[in-house]
């Protein structure tokens, strides 16, 4: 584990109580450390359920120091990860170009999508989107506010995240 990997940054989530928030445990086990991490189960949380964390000299990470770094590296990469951002549907009549619309629309207003879901039921189609903003932060009002009127009042519907 080098330090310039490590990425300490948290997420500024708005609303995230004590029982959502990520634990981590370290735990000595002869010659080797046990990783328990406690989190609200999503999507692509932990892609693989065993690693093998080791310094870069290949001993393992055994100081009370290392073991708080590595806490904080995991605490905050789960906690950045919480938020899927502000839920967006579109609901319209079924036409060519709608998506290429839209999302031209979420890049001008510096938006990333993290997931959609489109489907298209008896002519009319309805798209879904989870957009931060580019950073990874939640959507001001004010950007909310600008897709509306570029996309129209009618068709859009917000809903908050946590």
Same mark, same amino acid.
Request: charged share 30%; with cysteine.
């Given at each position: !584990? !080098? =330090? =310039?990997?490590? #990425?300490?940054?948290?997420?500024?989530?708005?609303?995230?109580?004590? %029982?959502? %928030?990520?634990?981590?445990?370290?735990?000595?086990?002869?010659?080797?450390?046990?990783?328990?991490?406690?989190?609200?189960?999503?999507?692509?949380?932990?892609?693989?359920? /065993?690693?093998?964390?080791?310094?870069?000299?290949?001993?393992?990470? %055994? =100081?009370?120091? +290392?073991?708080?770094?590595?806490?904080?590296?995991?605490?905050s990469a789960i906690e950045r990860r919480v &938020? /899927? +951002?502000?839920?967006?549907?579109?609901?319209?009549? #079924?036409?060519?170009?709608?998506?290429? #619309?839209?999302?031209?629309?979420?890049? /001008?207003n510096n938006l990333t999508i993290t997931r &959609?879901? @489109?489907?298209?039921?008896?002519?009319?189609?309805? *798209?879904?989107?989870?957009?931060? *903003?580019?950073?990874?932060?939640?959507?001001? /009002?004010?950007?909310? *506010?600008?897709?509306?009127?570029?996309?129209?009042?009618?068709?859009?519907? @917000?809903? +908050?995240?946590?």
């Amino acid at each position: !584990m !080098m =330090s =310039s990997d490590c #990425d300490y940054e948290r997420a500024d989530v708005v609303g995230l109580d004590e %029982k959502q %928030k990520p634990k981590v445990n370290v735990v000595d086990d002869k010659d080797y450390l046990v990783v328990t991490i406690q989190s609200k189960d999503r999507p692509k949380l932990l892609f693989d359920t /065993e690693y093998h964390i080791r310094l870069i000299d290949g001993s393992p990470v %055994k =100081s009370d120091t +290392g073991r708080q770094k590595l806490i904080r590296c995991l605490e905050s990469a789960i906690e950045r990860r919480v &938020s /899927e +951002g502000v839920k967006l549907e579109l609901s319209a009549t #079924d036409r060519v170009g709608p998506l290429y #619309d839209v999302t031209r629309i979420f890049r /001008e207003n510096n938006l990333t999508i993290t997931r &959609s879901e @489109v489907r298209t039921r008896a002519g009319k189609a309805v *798209d879904t989107f989870y957009v931060p *903003d580019a950073s990874g932060h939640p959507v001001d /009002e004010r950007t909310i *506010d600008s897709i509306r009127q570029a996309i129209g009042q009618a068709i859009l519907h @917000v809903n +908050g995240l946590s």
